[in-house]
């Protein structure tokens, strides 16, 4: 299942790095929305007032960057990736916005 392509410019981040599931301060950072590779860890759960998303985390790293992702975009993870370990998932990265929501999702090649 390929990736959907992304017409969003910029993302919200914490100054720390950390993509914002939602932006509900003047003093987020906003990063233009370019692709990026790296491994995420899933490490739980949480509830917005929509919905439930998943929580991943840049593993054994120190600066502990945390990046939402819609469960939708999970089902086209675990349809496209070949191989996931620990939780650990390595692939292209991209930020999508689902009504007032923003999280990490597969990036087109």
Known sequence: M???TNALKKAPYTKYGSLLHW???THDIWYPND???AALQVVGMKSGYSAKYLVL???NSDDNREFP???ADLVDVVATLP???NGILVGRW???K???NYGVALAPE
């Open 83 to 85: 191989r996931i370990e």
């Open 57 to 59: 985390r840049t593993p």
């Open 98 to 100: 689902r009504g007032q």
């Open 2 to 4: 390929p990736a959907k």
């Open 94 to 96: 991209q930020v999508r």
């Open 35 to 37: 692709p990026f590779h």
């Open 23 to 25: 932006v509900g301060s």
């Open 69 to 71: 992702m819609f469960v």
